[in-house]
């Protein structure tokens, strides 16, 4: 189910002995206030390495394979950290996953097919995916967000302005390298996820949600999903303290090996696919 007790007390105390004043910081402009951050103002932007180590026991225990592996496939991606950081620490997070490095991590160990999203805002989430697809020479994303801007002219001019860009459009932040196995369609989930994975029925493996963090979609999403999912499927999930639909969806599949990694992102593995 979710972290114990004792991992979470372990994990915060894991990210405040090494960065106590922006941990604070980020507790109480993020947890109490509820404001808008800056990329560069979060931890688990500025330091990949802690975020990788306080929950690479459970991804190795979930995804079945040695530490050792997954410490491999994050070494590869950590370089791209200097990159980001250079485009991005000045920017308002619009929601971005903090914890979208593991899902290369992830996407480099499961080889999957394809993957659907839901929720791309900036695009931080879909850099990570396809840049695992890409070093593993195969593999599409299909990601299903809304028509939105994802940083406003007002957000930019608020946390960053001198550099004037202007509105970015949603996905901006992946690059053109990367966009070649990418198809975004348009339009809530609540109309396109059905069709989207019927079309791939058995033939996708991973799944994201991340989209409107509301119980009936994330309900909707999670059983939408599930059912379509290929054998050795993973269902992940961010923000899995927004309603009762995550407890009470891993609850009902209670074989299934589970994790909450560095709190609020939910994994959860479909290793028996009856019926297919
Ligand atoms: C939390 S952000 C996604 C962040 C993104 N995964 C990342 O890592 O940068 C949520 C996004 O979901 C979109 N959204 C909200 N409701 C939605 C829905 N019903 N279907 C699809 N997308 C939705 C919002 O427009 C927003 O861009």
Redesign the pocket.
């Known amino acids: 189910m979710s972290e114990s007790r004792g991992a979470r007390w372990r994990r915060r105390a894991g990210w405040f002995v090494r960065h106590p004043y922006r941990w604070s910081r980020f507790l109480i402009d993020h947890e109490v206030r509820h404001q808008e951050m800056a990329f560069g103002e979060d931890p688990r932007f500025l330091d990949w390495r802690t975020l990788y180590r306080l929950c690479r026991r459970e991804l190795a225990r979930v995804v079945g394979v040695p530490t050792s592996t997954l410490d491999g496939y994050f070494a590869e991606i950590a370089p791209a950290r200097v990159d980001l950081a250079r485009q991005l620490a000045e920017l308002p997070r619009?929601?971005?996953?903090m914890q979208?490095p593991l899902l290369y991590v992830l996407v480099r160990a499961l080889r999957p097919r394809a993957i659907v999203?839901?929720?791309?805002?900036?695009?931080?989430?879909s850099y990570f995916l396809l840049a695992g697809l890409r070093a593993n020479g195969r593999g599409r994303l299909v990601s299903?967000?809304?028509p939105?801007v994802?940083v406003s002219v007002e957000h930019e001019a608020r946390f960053a302005p001198e550099r004037r860009v202007g509105a970015r459009p949603?996905g901006w932040l992946v690059p053109d390298e990367l966009r070649a196995p990418w198809e975004i369609r348009f339009g809530?989930?609540?109309t396109l996820l059905e069709p989207v994975v019927r079309e791939l029925d058995g033939d996708f493996d991973v799944f994201l949600h991340?989209?409107?963090h509301r119980y009936a979609?994330m309900r909707f999403e999670y059983e939408t999903a599930w059912s379509h999912l290929g054998p050795g499927g993973t269902l992940l999930s961010?923000d899995v303290h927004a309603s009762a639909a995550w407890p009470e969806f891993v609850r009902a599949h209670p074989s299934a090996p589970e994790a909450e990694l560095d709190h609020d992102l939910g994994i959860v593995r479909r290793l028996d696919v009856p019926g297919r």
Do not use: C, R, W
């Open positions: 619009a929601g971005a996953l979208a999203e839901t929720g791309i805002s900036s695009g931080y989430s299903l967000g809304l939105e994802a949603v809530p989930s609540e991340d989209s409107a979609t961010h």
